[in-house]
């Protein structure tokens, strides 16, 4: 059974940083593309960012770049995402993600998902 579970969020003011992180159960874990998406209130799931299953490529949306950096540790089997110069209208439920094999921005081609963070940013 496939599991992964996000770490990190919480609530930090305008302009400050936090760093998520995802276990995975999934195996192996270096096979597979992992991901981070969110979803505010009243929206849908937006791609934040992916890593390929080495780290050798990484996609980043437009709107992070930039102040998000995704990182992965394949002998601990997590996937980081660091997040800097955080804004209110970054708040939203993080979820950390796995495809295979080819990384990908769209949603629907991700096959696992964990239950989510909580970002929330203050003004």
């Known amino acids: 059974q496939v599991q992964l579970e996000e770490s990190g969020g919480g609530l930090v003011q305008a302009g400050g940083s936090l760093r998520l992180s995802c276990a995975a159960s999934?195996?192996?874990?270096?096979?597979?593309?992992m991901g981070w998406f969110r979803q505010a209130p009243g929206k849908e799931r937006e791609f934040v960012a992916a890593?390929?299953?080495?780290?050798?490529?990484?996609m980043y949306a437009s709107s992070v770049k930039g102040r998000c950096t995704i990182s992965r540790d394949n002998a601990k089997n997590t996937v980081y995402l660091q997040m800097d110069g955080l804004k209110p209208e970054n708040t939203a439920v993080y979820y950390c993600?796995?495809?295979?094999?080819?990384?990908?921005?769209?949603?629907?081609?991700?096959?696992?998902w964990g239950q989510g963070t909580q970002v929330t940013v203050s003004s």
């Open positions: 993600a796995a495809t295979h094999p080819a990384i990908t921005t769209i949603t629907s081609r991700y096959n696992y």
């Open positions: 890593i390929s299953w080495n780290g050798g490529s990484t």
């Open positions: 999934v195996r192996p874990f270096s096979a597979y593309t």
